[in-house]
């Protein structure tokens, strides 16, 4: 891009970000704003677990809940780089059912005017977070969060009608709930939809069975970079619509390959109207011609307020575009890519094969591209044969994986670089034990069919760890 085409992207974003926050629903302007700062949370050297935690940080009286904006911050209120240290996820429960939730896109949640989430003092929250640090140094952390609030007894309460949180999951309500897109998957339009595509039939996880007359009144989707859109649909007497389609609009340069991206939510005054017996559905959409996305999500959580009316989506068509709930963050800038200096491991010498590659301290034992001399050259196993790897910083909760990249994968860790986008297509999966999202094992042996050439690899989790290693006649 020249440089007057970055000036016009670098205008668009900015005059995007100033649309997006001048449209303040009534509710929201009204309404109180609580900050909360969830911590510190200590992270540990390269950390990336699930955790389910007692939050008493909310309000003291009751009334309704309008807005949810989070975020994630160190304890000078500065926020981490997306591709240092960030909330892979989070989830509000509020007894035991989700609330509100937050991704790396960090989307903002606003009821359209005259709706509420109802709050009383004595329910009990929990919070569900899974902080991922992709550096090897640890880090203390807030999880903050800004609650848009109408106290009771205000004249904004005054008629405000209910709406409950309900969860919709391509995967179900799981702990954990990911699944993979390989790269090649789906059809030939270079795109892979779950769980469509997944080779399911009767696939049901993905469903919710509408318990009583009511109408949908907001929605917005969560996806993991390379995806493209989640998918609303509502089933009645053998006939499916679709009523909404939530986006993933990319700020990113290089396209759907990273964090840098904003979902898109219903507008305001969008409704869907639904019977009881009525069948909602979702799916998640993944682009899968540039590269495989392990532990992919699709989730799509509705505002449901029971009792009210909308638009019958059989009779109106209620399929609308929806609206981004922000710009470009700063914190999505460095997007990596830039020269190293590292070596190209294809023209290094190679090494006899070990017994086994350790991944210890951040490194792998033989063939790591930041290992100097001997040990940085890639080690060459015959033709049919395997290598095999083995986690030793799993002892202290360290997950790591093998993961194709394609060579010479020597370039700047940042948010679109590397890819797993490797000649073999292989991956460990997170070798490493303790729950999820733990593989429950320490060690992974290469594919027995690979041809002959020079292989790269990365880690995953932690993506500035780069290694090689050759296959021969």
Request: positive net charge.
């Amino acid at each position: 891009m020249d440089r007057l085409g970055h000036t016009v992207a670098v205008m668009r974003r900015a005059l995007l970000a100033m649309l997006v926050f001048l449209v303040v629903p009534a509710n929201a302007a009204a309404a109180e704003r609580l900050h909360y700062a969830y911590g510190p949370v200590h992270v540990a050297p390269g950390q990336n677990r699930i955790a389910i935690e007692a939050n008493d940080l909310k309000p003291d009286r009751p009334g309704w809940i309008v807005g949810f904006e989070p975020n994630l911050t160190y304890a000078g209120g500065t926020v981490p780089r997306v591709d240092v240290i960030h909330l892979h996820h989070g989830v509000w429960l509020s007894d035991f059912r989700p609330l509100f939730a937050a991704g790396e896109e960090k989307t903002a949640v606003q009821a359209p005017p005259g709706y509420g989430w109802r709050y009383h003092p004595s329910d009990q929250w929990l919070m569900n977070h899974m902080i991922h640090n992709l550096k090897p140094d640890a880090a203390d952390v807030f999880i903050t969060y800004d609650l848009l609030f109408v106290p009771d007894g205000s004249p904004e309460a005054a008629g405000m009608q209910e709406v409950r949180t309900q969860w919709l999951d391509v995967m179900g309500l799981q702990l954990y709930p990911v699944f993979d897109v390989r790269r090649g998957a789906g059809g030939s339009d270079g795109r892979y939809t779950y769980p469509d595509e997944s080779g399911q039939p009767g696939y049901t996880a993905n469903r919710w069975i509408v318990p009583e007359d009511g109408v949908i009144v907001g929605t917005a989707g969560h996806l993991h970079p390379g995806g493209l859109s989640t998918d609303l649909f509502v089933e009645r007497g053998g006939r499916k619509v679709r009523v909404f389609r939530s986006e993933a609009k990319y700020f990113e340069p290089a396209g759907a390959v990273s964090w840098d991206a904003a979902m898109t939510r219903t507008p305001p005054d969008w409704r869907v109207g639904l019977g009881k017996g009525d069948v909602v559905s979702i799916s998640a959409t993944y682009d899968s011609e540039r590269a495989s996305w392990y532990e992919a999500m699709g989730i799509m959580p509705l505002a449901f307020s029971p009792g009210g009316t909308g638009p019958d989506p059989f009779a109106v068509d209620v399929d609308r575009p929806g609206q981004v709930t922000h710009g470009h963050l700063p914190e999505n800038d460095n997007h990596g890519g830039a020269l190293l200096g590292l070596r190209d491991p294809r023209e290094l010498l190679r090494t006899p094969p070990p017994r086994r590659v350790a991944v210890r301290d951040f490194l792998y034992a033989r063939g790591d591209l930041n290992r100097p001399g001997r040990r940085g050259r890639p080690p060459a196993i015959r033709a049919g044969r395997r290598l095999k790897f083995v986690n030793r910083d799993a002892g202290d909760g360290i997950l790591h994986t093998i993961t194709a990249c394609r060579a010479p994968c020597n370039r700047s860790t940042g948010i679109a670089y590397p890819l797993a986008n490797g000649r073999g297509g292989f991956d460990s999966g997170n070798l490493g034990t303790g729950g999820l999202p733990a593989s429950g094992r320490v060690s992974w042996r290469t594919p027995r069919r690979l041809d002959p050439g020079t292989y790269t690899y990365f880690c995953r989790v932690h993506p500035f760890m780069r290694g090689a290693f050759r296959i021969r006649r």
